[in-house]
């Protein structure tokens, strides 16, 4: 199987598992399921890393990465103003 | 890292999650007890709900007890008529009643007998409650009866006495329900081993109340003549209290009456216009008996007496007076601290007895600006004044003008107004921003940081061009360096003498030695790797020599070097290179390696 077929399988299989937890527990947190899907990725990224090239997919994998800690940033923040405002 | 260590890493972490699901799944923590409130009203925090069913039912049967016991003193007074105490027994019935059913809802809803009994102890205060207000009902008529009688009021008279009549025929059947609400509090007080003395003989009570009630002593009532003439209509009115003060309800009632030959009809349904002082104040209709009731609290009237009647389409009843009573107020003025604007918040209440509402209160500042607002239904006024800078004074009245109520005046209130308003920075507000950039830059920097990572791949950079081809006797390759082409050897000679460029020469050693072909290839390849090395191409043998070529920009030996590559592809692809080509290749190579600076770049 191919490198990038075989990490799309294993992050939806990650995010099944996360929304079957998260069903079970009868609670649904958008901000803890977009935390364990980056956590995911950065662990699919880190594993099918190759040492010297850098092909197209990874590149844009790479890119959504750095876009979701951005966006992880912006969580942390909202959630120090929660606890500030407390 | 090494790819072991991170498959070990892994499956570390994998395990540890799935023991900690392991542990997890048997007994989910669905609800918190830090968090028991939310959004959905289908939810309810079945944690907290546990909790409070830990109190058994034995834990609150002395409550059930109080409550019980509630309906003795009440039905007691209502016999006796001490009304006012019956009225705070009833209350204090009530909000036990009240606690009793809160505690039961958040206790267990499938507790049938503690259901059973807040259902019926409900039915026991709503009857209760009838009762006493029947009582008062019928403590007014008496006294009416009376005043009505010395005035020789025979109209009057009739009215109270339907009145009467009719209070009676609600009370009918009270009995029953009380009776039957009792049984079944005894049946399940019983079974908790309560004791229902106080329970059982307040049913006592209610049954030799409701007795007098149904079937009143002997009437000290004297006959009057109630007749009326025939096709003559009359409207009575009466009030009740004839006398009150601010807010409070006053119950105008009377009856419609109409004489059709011998029968006295009821007049249904007919519209009563309330007139006090000749200006309508309310519209009513009869009911089915003909009666009319309304309640309306004093409000904006003046103080002293008032003329009140009643109209009917066809006819007019007499006048009644109504005396309102003025009522002290009190004014009150709080001002806050000004802001940079020199803004300040005027608020305050005018209180009488009760709250006054939508009362036109007077702000005036420094005895000279006056500004006008009104209060709120609770009474208070809120109401924000620029004032310049300096000292000021500022003073709240309520002139009382339309109200039942005398007018007032708050206290002075001084407020300061800097003269230099500068800003007052928010220091909390400052540090919370100044926070939130910093983590939002932290992040930022983190992210930019990961995709600098990705660029810089552990590639090495190009070394210096090996020559592992190069003869190990380097003048003996010079010597044989091949005598075809322009490049033979006296051109290697000349290159030994020259300072030794070892690139050319080796160009016309490749030439002799494997061809054209195995030669320009072998000169694009050390051209290449310095021409990465320069503008700093990693995975330069990746890229054609045309993308080389395109890579190559701002340098002096860019230009020869295009010229290079393009015979350089016309001899290795074209099959049949021509002298032409090269001759321009070795003059391109000669310029580039000249412009390079030879063995030295």
């Known amino acids: ?86 | 890292m090494n790819v072991n260590f991170r498959y070990v890493v892994l499956a570390i972490l994998t395990i540890s999650i799935l023991l900690e699901v392991a542990l997890f799944v048997p007994s989910p923590l669905l609800y918190s007890l830090e968090k028991d409130n939310f959004s959905s009203p289908f939810h309810d925090n079945v944690e907290v709900l546990q909790l409070q069913s830990l109190n058994s039912t034995t834990d609150i049967v002395p409550r059930i007890q109080d409550v019980i016991d509630g309906t003795g003193p009440v039905t007691l007074d209502i016999r006796i008529h001490d009304l006012d105490q019956a009225q705070r027994d009833l209350d204090e019935f009530e909000k036990s009643q009240g606690s009793l059913s809160n505690l039961i809802v958040h206790l267990d809803m499938n507790e049938s007998e503690i259901q059973a009994i807040e259902k019926n102890t409900a039915v026991q205060k709503q009857i209760l409650d009838s009762l006493l207000n029947t009582s008062v009902s019928l403590d007014s008529l008496q006294m009416m009866e009376i005043q009505y009688r010395d005035q020789n009021n025979t109209d009057m008279l009739t009215t109270v006495r339907l009145q009467g009549n009719e209070l009676r025929k609600r009370v009918n059947g009270l009995n029953e329900r009380y009776r039957n609400a009792t049984a079944n509090i005894v049946a399940t007080g019983t079974k908790f081993g309560l004791d229902m003395t106080k329970n059982q003989k307040s049913q006592a009570d209610v049954d030799q109340i409701v007795q007098e009630i149904e079937q009143p002593k002997a009437s000290t009532f004297i006959p009057v003549n109630t007749s009326l003439i025939p096709g003559e209509d009359r409207v009575s009115l009466f009030l009740r209290p004839d006398t009150g003060k601010y807010r409070d309800v006053i119950e105008y009632m009377g009856i419609s009456l109409a004489l059709n030959g011998n029968t006295t009809l009821r007049s249904e349904n007919i519209p009563i216009i309330l007139y006090i002082d000749d200006q309508p104040e309310s519209t009513i209709l009869t009911d089915t008996f003909g009666y009319y009731d309304t309640r309306i609290p004093v409000g904006e009237i003046s103080e002293g007496s008032h003329t009140v009647y009643t109209r009917s389409p066809t006819s007019r009843s007499v006048n009644r007076t109504l005396t309102i009573i003025p009522v002290d107020s009190v004014t009150n003025l709080t001002l806050s601290e000004p802001d940079r604007n020199g803004d300040v918040n005027c608020t305050g209440f005018v209180m009488a007895n009760l709250p006054v509402r939508s009362a036109s209160i007077q702000l005036t500042w420094d005895q000279s600006h006056v500004i006008v607002t009104k209060t709120g239904v609770t009474g208070e006024f809120m109401q924000q004044v620029q004032l310049p800078p300096g000292r000021h004074t500022v003073i709240a009245a309520f002139s009382g003008d339309g109200y039942p109520i005398n007018a007032s005046e708050s206290d002075p209130q001084v407020v300061d107004i800097p003269v230099a308003r500068g800003p007052a920075p928010d220091y909390g507000y400052l540090w919370l921003i100044i926070s939130i950039i910093g983590i939002v830059l932290l992040f930022v920097v983190a992210a930019a940081f990961y995709l600098r990572r990705m660029a810089r791949k552990r590639i090495p950079l190009p070394a210096n061009p090996v020559d592992t081809d190069f003869p190990e006797d380097r003048d003996s390759f010079l010597i044989q360096a091949g005598s075809s082409g322009p490049y033979g050897k006296s051109q290697a000679g000349g290159a030994r003498e020259s300072g030794g460029d070892s690139l050319v020469a080796y160009y016309a050693w490749m030439l002799d030695e494997h061809g054209l072909n195995a030669a320009s290839r072998w000169v694009y390849e050390q051209l290449a790797v310095r021409i990465a090395r320069d503008f700093r191409i990693k995975r330069y043998k990746a890229l054609t020599a045309r993308e080389i070529s395109r890579n190559c920009r701002g340098k002096p030996y860019c230009g020869p070097f295009a010229r290079l590559i393009s015979a350089y592809e016309r001899i290795r692809y074209s099959g049949q290179p021509s002298e032409h080509d090269q001759t321009v290749f070795e003059t391109a190579l000669h310029s580039t390696d000249d412009l390079m600076g030879g063995e030295e770049h």
């Open chain 1, 1 to 86: 199987m191919k490198k990038k077929i075989l990490a799309v399988v294993v992050i939806a299989v990650w995010l099944m598992i996360i929304s079957i937890f998260m069903l079970l527990a009868y609670r649904f947190d958008l901000e803890i399921f977009f935390v364990l899907w980056l956590i995911g990725l950065l662990v699919i990224v880190e594993l099918m890393d190759t040492r010297f090239s850098l092909p197209p997919y990874m590149r844009y994998i790479k890119y959504t990465v750095a876009a979701g800690i951005l966006l992880f940033g912006g969580i942390v923040a909202g959630k120090v103003m929660e606890i500030v405002y407390k």
